[in-house]
């Protein structure tokens, strides 16, 4: 069982990778080095999200519609070339804007479009085989897994990236996506073989059966259930605070502290290695301490490292900088794997794919929003203030404002009420009354 955890770990870390050189690398050098927007880089950055709602369909059909006796494995396949396509296809984005705008654009779209596609394709299908291959007691341990991988990949991608690429050309920023792609590819293809051993199109013994639940029938359930809309809106306003940011650390490193792009490619690194460490200190606390406890821990650690990131930039300190990156870091790690954990909480078993559709659809939403908004504020208040920095500080500000939303509202997060509402027969005849 181990090796199949490691496999799918690897999977998910290979697509995972892909989009390190994207949000850490080719934002900082269309922003800060080529002088772009930040609403143009959001603009293309929130395309992939923009295609989320395809996953529940992707699920749904490859339930019904195996490859060659596979149900999982041609998908994840097709998902991973399209992201390793993205990728090494999203440099020429930057040079052919200098040149041609608007055969940069298209470029853009496809680059971009082509990760989106990919990363909804596989991704679907390679947690749903997580799922399969793990069984219900096993899922912990195999989601557990995944992500410490995958965050051990991103710290050496970041550090490889740093290295490939110390200052903007072209040539550089080319060769360091395409050996990123290359990387990813060999990855993913060690992760698939001999992973999905069933030839048959039947669902194995173990293999629960999947729900497929419309657009309709997940807002309804979070509508008329208080604490399911209370979540809802607790997890976006928290993944969009701290998945918002992951555009804009790099640029404003460089125009805050002059740092250089080998520098900026780090920062991803060093957070990630506090998030891997942030992991390591949840696992210890899981079961002694409580779920929401350990959640408001990671979430005011993340609000403390974007207030002292905010104050770097005024008082000028790279120091106070690399402190309030560490906090984000590990805030993010300790607040995902408590959230993950009570996300799970709140779930029926007759429902469970009615509800992680209603979270993993407010993440999708979170990214979006987090992303636009990053973008599009940052430019506004520079413009406004006539102040580069400015921009930046503002959505940072922004972003540690929804977070401390988020602190407050999670104390009225009670998962016992949820249960019991949930399991009401007049709360679910309501429910689908309403999705009809």
């Not at 998908?75 to 399209?82: A, E, K, S």
């Not at 853009?108 to 085989?129: C, K, R």
């Not at 920062?267 to 290695?273: E, G, K, N, P």
Request: aromatic letters at 10%; proline letters at 3%.
């Amino acid at each position: 069982m181990f090796l199949k955890r490691f496999q799918l770990a690897l999977i998910h870390t290979a697509v995972a990778i892909t989009l390190v050189p994207i949000n850490s690398t080719l934002n900082r050098v269309m922003i800060f080095d080529l002088g772009f927007s930040k609403t143009l880089f959001t603009l293309l950055a929130i395309l992939p999200y923009l295609l989320a709602p395809i996953q529940v369909a992707i699920g749904s059909f490859s339930d019904r519609n195996p490859i060659f006796g596979y149900r999982r494995t041609p998908y994840i396949f097709v998902g991973l070339l399209l992201c390793v396509i993205g990728v090494a296809v999203a440099p020429q984005v930057a040079v052919l804007l200098t040149e041609n705008f608007n055969l940069g654009i298209v470029v853009g779209l496809l680059a971009f479009g082509a990760w989106g596609m990919g990363y909804n394709l596989s991704a679907v299908s390679y947690f749903s085989l997580a799922t399969e291959v793990s069984g219900q007691k096993g899922r912990g341990a195999t989601i557990a897994t995944m992500f410490f991988v995958m965050v051990i990949g991103l710290i050496a991608t970041g550090i490889t990236l740093s290295r490939l690429v110390p200052t903007y050309t072209p040539e550089a920023l080319t060769r360091a996506f395409l050996l990123v792609a290359a990387s990813a590819l060999t990855l993913g293809l060690l992760g698939l073989f001999k992973l999905e051993s069933s030839r048959s199109a039947d669902l194995s013994p173990h293999t629960e059966p999947h729900s497929s639940y419309s657009i309709k029938e997940i807002v309804s359930a979070i509508k008329e259930n208080r604490v399911a809309k209370i979540f809802f809106i607790y997890l976006l306003l928290l993944l969009a605070a701290i998945l918002g940011q992951d555009v804009l650390l790099e640029p404003f490193g460089a125009q805050a502290f002059g740092m250089t792009l080998e520098q900026t490619s780090r920062i991803v690194s060093i957070s990630s290695t506090f998030t891997l460490v942030a992991f390591i200190v949840a696992g210890f606390m899981e079961g002694r301490v409580n779920k929401k406890v350990i959640a408001q821990i990671g979430n005011l650690g993340a609000l403390a490292g974007f207030v002292i990131v905010i104050a770097s930039g005024l008082m000028a300190s790279l120091s106070l900088f690399y402190i309030g990156i560490t906090l984000l870091g590990f805030g993010t790690g300790i607040s995902t794997v408590a959230n993950l954990a009570l996300m799970f909480e709140l779930t029926v078993p007759e429902k469970v794919g009615l509800y992680i559709g209603a979270w993993g659809f407010s993440n999708g939403l979170s990214r979006l929003t987090g992303l636009l908004m990053a973008g599009v504020v940052a430019d506004v208040a520079t413009r406004v203030t006539g102040h580069e920095l400015s921009g930046y500080l503002v959505v940072f500000g922004i972003e540690a404002a929804m977070l401390l939303v988020a602190a407050i509202m999670l104390s009225r997060i009670d998962v016992g009420a949820f249960k019991k509402q949930a399991h009401d027969p007049a709360f679910v005849d309501k429910v689908a009354v309403v999705a009809e």
